[in-house]
């Protein structure tokens, strides 16, 4: 009896402790909202495009867009080519580029508007970029089946291999090609040699005519003719005399 009554004891005096322990810490607080997405952070994330956030820093678009997001309400998709990707790009390409010209690259990585993977398969072709503004040029089409999404340029194509972010207003898609458009990398059509201009016909009073031409090729010849004639006359003459 005496041990049950001390064993109860026992167990009330740790059912306090608990309590007073539990009473003392304070509860933790609820998580925040999460902030809104920073486009660097999600690349360096990835660990492999290093290139590509070195496109989108030398051309300050990295801090636009997280700006757009932070402040606009914006909402963009970003095609991110992998370091292999620039990789194969042909030796020189980037550095042949002009700076406004590498701006016009990277914009065309990004879509003005946020795509899940099932948007896609609705999508209307052609789709604008960032570098479309309003003259309806550096455009890709999009298409989707079984899964799979492939990005056209009319240059090359890209398939989507994997999401690296995809909570709006941003989504970020990874591709092993870079994304080439026609208006920086297709055939340069040269501009046709303008056409000589035709002469005006000579009036008759300027060019001699074909008969004038044609006595007087006539009488230099005769003229000739006779000069050879008059050597030869000359010669037997003098030979005569010798004789």
Do not use: C
């Not at 007073?20 to 925040?32: F, H």
């Not at 002009?98 to 398969?121: C, G, K």
């Not at 092993?176 to 059509?189: A, H, I, R, S």
């Amino acid at each position: 009896m005496a041990i049950s009554h001390h064993a109860s004891l026992i167990s009330s005096a740790l059912l306090f402790t608990f309590l007073s322990i539990s009473n003392a810490q304070p509860a933790a607080p609820a998580p925040g909202p999460a902030g809104p997405p920073n486009v660097t952070a999600i690349l360096e994330k990835g660990g492999q495009y290093t290139s590509f956030i070195r496109l989108l820093k030398e051309t300050k678009l990295d801090n636009q867009i997280n700006t757009q997001l932070n402040y606009s309400g914006n909402s963009y998709t970003i095609f991110a080519p992998t370091d292999n990707a620039f990789n194969n790009l042909k030796a020189g390409t980037l550095n042949s580029l002009s700076q406004q010209e590498q701006v016009n690259l990277a914009l065309y990585h990004v879509l003005p508007q946020y795509y899940t993977s099932d948007m896609f398969q609705t999508v209307s072709n052609p789709v604008r970029t960032q570098a479309s503004g309003s003259n309806g040029v550096y455009t890709v089409n999009i298409t989707s089946s079984m899964n799979q999404v492939n990005v056209s340029t009319g240059i090359d194509d890209a398939t989507i291999t994997n999401t690296l972010y995809a909570t709006s207003p941003l989504a970020v898609y990874s591709i092993e090609k870079v994304l080439q458009p026609e208006d920086l990398f297709g055939v340069k059509t040269t501009a046709a040699a303008p056409t000589p201009a035709s002469k005006s016909p000579k009036s008759t009073a300027d060019a001699p005519s074909e008969a004038g031409t044609a006595s007087t090729s006539a009488n230099s010849a005769v003229g000739t003719k006779w000069s050879s004639l008059a050597g030869l006359g000359l010669v037997g003459v003098t030979l005569g005399a010798l004789l």
